[in-house]
């Protein structure tokens, strides 16, 4: 794949070699206003207010805040002020002003988060070591995991929607590469590696060029609803290797309260394209054509007046899936004592 992409960007080489044009670059140099705001259910708005510069400017590199910004808040065309805590469906303006800068403004509406309809866990254990002791339980798990997730779509309009699956321990640990300074025992686990091919809705917004060239996705899991619109769609997510590490003092099976936390994010338009705008010039082929020479730049996304920043809003849920019993089974099959 990696031949293949070099062939792609060496045969318009050959054939445009020699060939170029002469331009001016309309970029405008004044700084402007950029806001950037993160609007969540029951939260207040975030907002930060800073300004543009030239990349050159190595000055404003290291400062480009604005000391005289006022912000101002709407909330479904009434003002409001910055205690008001946002709720799902209000549709929020943000607005900046500075006598340096100017004017800017931007707006978006908090998504009504959708949740699953139905969550189906299946894990496949790889592989368990247990240790027991005289009040004390140490155990090493891997498995696989199969997480199938059935969302129903309103339909209404457009919907965008980002996926991620988190752990919860009984103590909070967190695995030691992670934490590197702390020394004393803990339990911790792991949600293991995404199988990005088990779940095809991950790359609707890859290219085909990119799918030629073998682009791979990593670490993104969002997408629309374009495949089923108003309709069910089932999610498969296949986690690979996860881990769950247990070293608990007593052997009680109340120290089990092993967790998997699968959340649904509903993202305003702001959102899914911003986060889309990120991954094209990190991962996709476009940036590198466009360095090449063979297509146009990719502009940064803004909905934000001076076009620069981004008021996005998210509204999320949850699904817990608990662990205990599974982790009974195994260790009692194993001959632990709990």
């Known amino acids: 794949m990696e031949l293949l992409k070099k062939i792609i960007y060496v045969i318009p080489t050959i054939l445009l070699t020699g060939c170029y044009e002469e331009y001016k670059l309309d970029v405008n140099p004044d700084p402007v206003l950029c806001v950037n705001s993160l609007i969540q259910p029951d939260m207040t708005a975030d907002v930060k207010v800073s300004r543009t510069w030239l990349y050159t400017d190595e000055e ?7 000391d005289d910004a006022t912000v101002s808040i709407t909330v479904n065309g009434d003002p409001v002020g910055s205690d008001y805590l946002m709720k799902e469906g209000d549709r929020v303006k943000i607005s900046a002003d500075s006598k340096r800068y100017g004017r800017a403004e931007g707006e978006t509406t908090l998504p009504v988060a959708v949740r699953f309809s139905d969550v189906k866990f299946t894990p496949e254990l790889k592989y368990l070591l247990v240790s027991a002791y005289t009040g004390s339980l140490y155990a090493d798990i891997t498995l696989d995991i199969l997480i199938e997730a059935t969302i129903e779509d309103p339909g209404e309009e457009r919907n965008y929607y980002q996926t991620e699956l988190v752990t919860k321990t009984p103590t909070g640990g967190i695995p030691p590469w992670e ?6 025992p803990q339990s911790w686990m792991t949600t293991g590696q995404l199988d990005y091919n088990a779940e095809p809705i991950f790359s609707e ?15 993104e899991t969002f997408f629309t609803d374009k495949r089923f619109d108003g309709g069910k769609y089932t999610l498969r997510l296949r ?4 881990s769950i590490h247990i070293n608990e003092k007593n ?5 089990l309260d092993f967790k998997y936390i699968l959340k649904l994010g509903t993202l305003s338009e702001s959102y899914y394209n911003r986060i889309n705008y990120d991954w094209q010039t990190e991962n996709g082929i476009a940036v590198d054509m466009a360095d090449w020479g063979f297509g146009d730049a990719i502009w940064g996304y803004s909905n934000v007046t001076t076009g620069a920043g981004v008021i996005a809003a998210k509204s999320e849920s949850e699904c817990v899936i608990e662990l205990r019993d599974y982790l009974i089974d195994w260790i009692r099959a194993a001959g632990g004592n709990i």
Do not use: M, R
């Open 239 to 242: 986690y690979k290797d996860a």
């Open 251 to 255: 052997e009680n099976a109340e120290k």
């Open 205 to 219: 917004h890859i290219s085909l060029i990119e799918t030629v060239t073998g682009e791979e996705l990593s670490n």
């Open 60 to 66: 404003a590199w290291q400062n480009h805040g604005v």
């Open 179 to 184: 934490e590197p300074d702390v020394t004393h």
